[in-house]
């Protein structure tokens, strides 16, 4: 076997080869579960890959944002590009390029980019994990009871 | 539990709070094994972390080098920093940032620093895993025995 290049062109932000997919196949249609704008680059995505892990590219336009959920799997990103913010439990936090996130098992977590350019960020994940799952009742309402969380709750 | 988010010091180049450690514990001393000018930081270092993959950054300074190994578990890296050079089986390949390259399966594969910058991917890998080994003595010949491999086979 030989080495496969997934040869990047900065131009288009882009890894030549790699198709960017919707962020999800269905619209989210429980609470919370909507999203906007955002692709999805699978760089592992050959399933002949021996490995229990896949990486994924995220990239959210500007006014883009992620479904409100939670999963049992741990989210970790990598930011590659631009300014966005993470909604993570009941704190908010910042990104720039490079910062790292870890967000914990079954923690209510949204992604948001309210900058003008876009956002991106790599996401390695087990290949086997759970699916996720809207936030419950007293969740949503103590998000929407904290003055911090309140308007990334919709 | 809270978000961790491992804050990136762009002067630096470094994430806050985490220890770059050397690449290996040993020197290699199997024949190609050797390496030169690796630093190693481990994101997903807390291992209460309940996912299958670890996520780790590696930088070569100039003139550094990684071990001529193989294993059983894949390669994946994703370029942060600067240019470099793989040796993967008979295949040499250039990496600018965000290039990605999978090394397949017991490929004997070294990266090098040919650069007057420093040189540094991302690199995901299962948790549980086998260890590198030297390469065998068909495999050293014939990458020896190759113009394009040659030089980098020590």
Same mark, same amino acid.
């Given at each position: 076997?030989?080495?496969?290049?997934?040869?990047?062109?900065?131009?288009?932000?882009?890894?030549?080869?790699?198709?960017?997919?919707? #962020?999800?196949?269905?619209?989210?249609?429980?609470?919370?579960?909507?999203?906007?704008?955002?692709?999805?680059?699978? *760089?592992?995505?050959?399933?002949? &890959?021996?490995?229990? #892990?896949? /990486? !994924?590219?995220?990239?959210?336009?500007?006014?883009?944002?992620?479904?409100?959920?939670? @999963? !049992?799997?741990?989210? =970790?990103?990598?930011? /590659?590009?631009?300014?966005?913010?993470?909604?993570?439990?009941?704190? &908010?936090?910042?990104?720039?390029? =490079?910062?790292? /996130?870890? &967000?914990? %098992?079954?923690?209510? @977590?949204?992604?948001?980019?309210?900058?003008?350019?876009?956002?991106?960020? /790599?996401?390695?994940?087990?290949?086997?994990?759970?699916?996720?799952?809207?936030?419950?009742?007293?969740?949503?309402?103590? *998000?929407?009871?904290?003055? &911090? %969380?309140?308007? #990334?709750?919709?």
């Amino acid at each position: 076997m030989s080495a496969q290049l997934l040869e990047f062109d900065p131009r288009r932000f882009r890894w030549l080869g790699i198709e960017a997919r919707q #962020y999800k196949s269905h619209p989210g249609e429980a609470r919370g579960m909507g999203w906007r704008g955002i692709s999805r680059c699978v *760089l592992t995505g050959d399933e002949a &890959v021996p490995a229990g #892990y896949e /990486l !994924r590219y995220f990239e959210l336009e500007p006014a883009g944002y992620s479904s409100l959920e939670k @999963h !049992r799997h741990v989210h =970790f990103v990598v930011v /590659l590009r631009g300014h966005g913010r993470a909604l993570v439990g009941a704190q &908010v936090i910042d990104l720039r390029p =490079f910062d790292a /996130l870890q &967000v914990p %098992t079954l923690t209510p @977590h949204r992604w948001l980019n309210e900058s003008r350019e876009p956002f991106g960020f /790599l996401c390695p994940v087990d290949r086997e994990r759970d699916r996720p799952q809207p936030i419950d009742d007293g969740e949503w309402d103590a *998000l929407r009871a904290n003055s &911090v %969380t309140a308007r #990334y709750v919709f």
